[in-house]
């Protein structure tokens, strides 16, 4: 029980249940549906910001707004949800981008009811998802907030919409599985069960389980993510999906995967992380440049956007691989800022779609001269998404790289390596993003004139939802403190944890590891790291 009001609860349900009544409001052409669905989105985000300007303190690292009730006494299932640094902010960008894909879908005509009861639903799932502190409800939100994405791109999607749905299943579905073997390996070692994700974390495990469970999470969340080689179904999803569809999957779902690797990966295995944190810097590299080099070949818009999604979020990985708080930081930032940045690209997309009713890129050209406001709009969101000062993205991706950098765990070589192959992605980057940009309204179309001419601008609802969006990615841009003073606390929080076990893994003489036990295999493994102490040292040097 609790001895205040359910917040939390209250934000899960609420979508939840009013996606319950869907069927039963009158309505014959969809608008009151609409107006229905986009109050019950405002009415949650509004009480998300409200509620954690109330009773949050961004001071604090641990969990608050706890709540916690008796669910499935015979399973060990838990009703029990909180919120911390990690988890606050990504709750209210779901809220956000919940609201204004609801806003977005203005136009769906096709099945509506079950369209905005499925989002209604998502949106509920997605909280849940981010509030869970039991690990069995939470992989029971994570599988149910896959039926609404996969019934979402496979009934209002495009041509190709079933084998999207599909593989998105398959492999969501298929990755999860590991969240839930490994929750219960874990809920079952020791002499306590418990499926408390704050017990699970202060529980001891051998190095050997740590790392076995760690890869397991690693493949569920990186499949999320996503993390090459498990991304392929990202650009099939985005390439089908309608927009406002797109703008949830990538402004929300993504995260999930990160959120995931923090919570889980980092702080319930911290011995694993260290010891694996160069094979995910690597992966982060692997995924920056080769989203980037893909994104280059994609004739279709939205796919294209997709493979850039893949790049940045290499980003995420690189930050929490440089095992600083600092890298933490910007690897938070960044999954705040592509939220933001991709549901602006998204629907943009969308938008234009909508007048050209084409996503293939070279069928577009020409259309800036009709299409100016849009044609604006777009250019921003592009000029986000490669970085351009004054954007949120130029201080995630700087913050980032100023955590690797600043890295006493690495060894020189290893930073330099890293960073330059990054900064092969800030290259690449602006190439691909302003060729699309120049080809999509200035290229040659394949068109005619007199098709072109009737097209129409954005309109003042399409233009109000962009500027939602591009606001705070400004804002955050110019104050990047908007942001990183609500998860400050809990990065510095998690980076602490990490200290005792970077020491051990540091006190290394020879190829006998003193931490752990680690065998000689695992002390070659540590050839990318410099070590911090010498072996008679006791005492972690990373600042605080």
């Given amino acids: 029980m609790v001895d205040h009001f359910p917040w939390l609860t209250a934000l899960i349900a609420i979508p939840a249940i009013a996606a319950l009544f869907v069927p039963v409001i009158p309505d014959q052409n969809g608008k009151t549906l609409r107006w229905y669905a986009l109050a019950v989105g405002f009415l949650v985000f509004a ?108 009934i209002w999607g495009g041509p190709n919409r079933a084998y999207a749905a599909t593989k998105f299943i398959l492999y969501t579905a298929l990755g999860s599985i590991f969240i839930l073997v490994m929750g219960l390996a874990m809920a079952f070692s020791g002499d306590v069960v418990s499926f408390d994700m704050a017990t699970l974390a202060q529980k001891h495990y051998s190095l050997a389980f740590e790392i076995v469970g760690y890869i397991a999470f690693l493949i569920a969340f990186g499949v999320k993510l996503p993390i090459f080689p498990f991304h392929t179904w990202l650009p099939d999803a985005h390439g089908e999906a309608s927009a406002p569809v797109s703008m949830v999957l990538a402004g929300v779902l993504l995260k999930m995967g990160g959120y995931g690797l923090i919570r889980m990966n980092v702080e319930m295995f911290p011995n694993a992380h260290v010891y694996l944190a160069p094979a995910l810097a690597v992966l982060g590299v692997v995924n920056i440049v080769y989203g980037a080099l893909t994104a280059f070949s994609q004739g279709n818009l939205k796919r294209c956007l997709a493979c850039s999604s893949i790049s940045h979020m290499g980003f995420v990985l690189i930050g929490i691989s440089a095992l600083t708080e600092v890298g933490f930081s910007g690897a938070v930032l960044q999954m705040l800022s592509h939220g933001l940045i991709a549901a602006a690209l998204f629907f943009l997309a969308g938008v234009t779609y909508e007048r050209t009713h084409t996503l293939l890129i070279d069928k577009m050209g020409g259309i800036a001269k009709v299409m100016p406001i849009a044609f604006a709009l777009f250019t921003v969101g592009t000029m986000a998404s490669l970085a351009l000062p004054g954007m949120s993205g130029f201080v995630s991706e700087l913050t980032i790289f100023l955590g690797v950098a600043s890295s006493p765990v690495y060894s020189a070589p290893f930073k330099i390596i890293i960073t330059l192959l990054a900064a092969v992605g800030l290259i690449l980057t602006p190439v691909y993003l302003l060729s699309m940009l120049r080809r999509v309204f200035y290229g040659e179309s394949s068109m005619s004139e007199q098709a072109i001419a009737p097209l129409m601008d954005a309109n003042s609802r399409e233009v109000f939802i962009a500027a939602c969006l591009i606001a705070p990615i400004i804002a955050i841009g110019f104050y990047p403190k908007l942001a990183t003073q609500t998860y400050d606390a809990t990065t510095v929080a998690v980076a602490s944890q990490l200290q005792e076990p970077i020491t051990l893994m540091a006190q290394v003489k020879g190829n006998t590891a003193i931490a752990h036990g680690l065998d000689n295999h695992s002390t070659a493994l540590l050839g990318g790291y410099r070590p911090l102490v010498s072996s008679a040292a006791t005492t972690p040097i990373i600042p605080r």
């Fill in 47 to 154: 009480l998300t910001v409200w509620a954690f300007w109330q009773h949050y303190d961004f001071a604090t690292p641990g969990l608050q707004m706890t709540e916690r009730y008796a669910w499935i006494p015979q399973l060990g299932l838990n009703w029990s949800v909180a919120v911390d640094g990690l988890s606050m902010p990504l709750i209210v960008l779901t809220g956000f981008i919940n609201t204004l894909a609801i806003f977005a879908a203005w136009n769906v005509t096709h099945k509506p009811r079950l369209f905005y009861g499925l989002m209604l639903l998502l949106y509920s799932a997605q909280i849940g998802v981010f509030a869970a502190q039991d690990m069995l409800l939470f992989f029971t939100l994570w599988e149910l907030e896959l039926v609404p994405v996969y019934l979402l791109i496979s």
